[in-house]
């Protein structure tokens, strides 16, 4: 009986988180509506979340092109298919490690920081404090975080991508002799621009959406203890990682199932 | 806390900037989109056979690339695919007794179109149509003629 109301509880517990984290998105679509005229604290959590995660995003960008100029390579060297190798990375790379990948990243390093920066807020009261000096916490505090995410992650992907297919060509040049032309031919012609490269920055524009969403509403919601904010954290990775990676599944689906 | 705003600043300006020149690089280097840029002419061709052509496919005079392929349709009279290319306007010099051939890059690579320049003085124009052209090479036609000739023998 008690392990069945266990389960009941839990149930109900995770509804009203659902229902209570979509009411938070439209005050925090509300709060980034309003924050737009504060130009100046957007830019500062631009620096918070994109600048920072900046360096990480690069690196991991070069040695993931650089082991699929490695692997691919290694496999299409048997079918003396190693002219392709150019549309190889750039393929795997624009339309699902870029965005993918720099997304994981992003949650990781942006994502968690701003749940233990909001939780500490909201555990050290500074969010009552504002309500008190009526100043809206959600159009000062978690506006401008909405939009520094939204526009950091497509342009991380961006630089992870585009990092990638240099670090390919590093390889499949530097390494394995690919002449240079035949490298970036085949990427220019079997990579389109509308459905390969626009596709990929949409996705990446929404796994920001779902990254901050979530990273901010951990924060907003967490118990005001140090505990609660550990395991808001963690949430906030976990969640924010198996929801990127789901969305991916179905995202891809509708852009190329058709 | 907080460094100046400035340097702030200064960095997210960098991030900025960092983040939309990839994106002009894959939209320019890696999907090979901005090569057109500059004006182009079209000339069309006849073929029996396109094979695996596609659009935007390159097209090529001795290797070097000189247009693109601007979309292949099927000729409502004749039944036979016409291929539109997108020749750039620096390349409005080829005469109008060049050839054209479906060429494949390697044992599988992509499908390309190959011009070879005639002899003639006057020159292609807007809209002209090659009159001198060879098909894809078909791997499986091939192998059917080599299996009847070795029956013939």
Known sequence: MDSIARLGRYGIDF?????????????????????????????EQIYAVGVLTMLITIVSGLF???VIGLQGYYQLVNFSAESSLGLVVALSLVRELGPVLSALLFAGRAGSALTAEIGLMKATEQLAAMEMM??????????????????SMPLLAALF??????????????????????????????????????????????????VVWIALYEGYASAPTSEGISRATTRTVVWSSLSVLGSDYMLTGLMYGG | MMRSNSVIEIWVGIFMLAGIASLAMLAVQVSGSGFSSGETYRIEAKFENVGGLASNAPVM?????????????????????????????????????????????????????????????????????????????????????????????
Not at chain 1, 17 to 42: H, K, P, Q, T
Not at chain 1, 164 to 192: E, P
Not at chain 2, 66 to 91: A, L, Q, W
Request: hydrophobic share 45%; no cysteine; charged share 15%.
């Open chain 1, 15 to 43: 509804t009203f988180r659902l229902g209570e984290s979509v009411l938070f998105l439209v005050s925090a679509i509300r709060g980034a509506a309003a924050s737009l005229s504060r130009w100046g604290l957007i830019i």
């Open chain 1, 64 to 66: 993931v092109g650089m």
């Open chain 2, 61 to 153: 005079i001795g290797g070097v690339r000189v247009g693109r392929v601007g979309g292949i349709r099927i000729d409502p009279e004749e039944y036979v695919p016409v291929v539109s290319m997108d020749i750039e306007k620096r390349y409005d010099q080829l005469p109008d007794d060049t050839g054209a051939s479906i060429l494949t890059a390697g044992l599988l690579g992509a499908q390309f179109v190959g011009l070879s320049p005639g002899s003639s003085d006057i020159y292609l124009e807007e809209g002209d149509e090659l009159e001198f052209t060879q098909s894809a090479v078909q791997l499986e036609t091939l192998i059917g003629q080599f299996l009847y000739s070795q029956d013939n023998q």
């Open chain 1, 134 to 151: 009526a100043v809206d916490p959600v159009s000062r505090i978690i506006g401008p975080r909405f939009v520094a995410g939204i526009i």
């Open chain 1, 161 to 210: 991508s585009a990092v990638g297919v240099l670090g390919g060509y590093l390889v499949g040049h530097g390494q394995f002799g690919i002449d240079q032309g035949v490298y970036w031919t085949s990427m220019q012609t079997g990579v389109d621009l509308v459905e390969d490269i626009l596709n990929g920055v949409i996705k990446s524009v929404v796994f920001g959406v779902i």
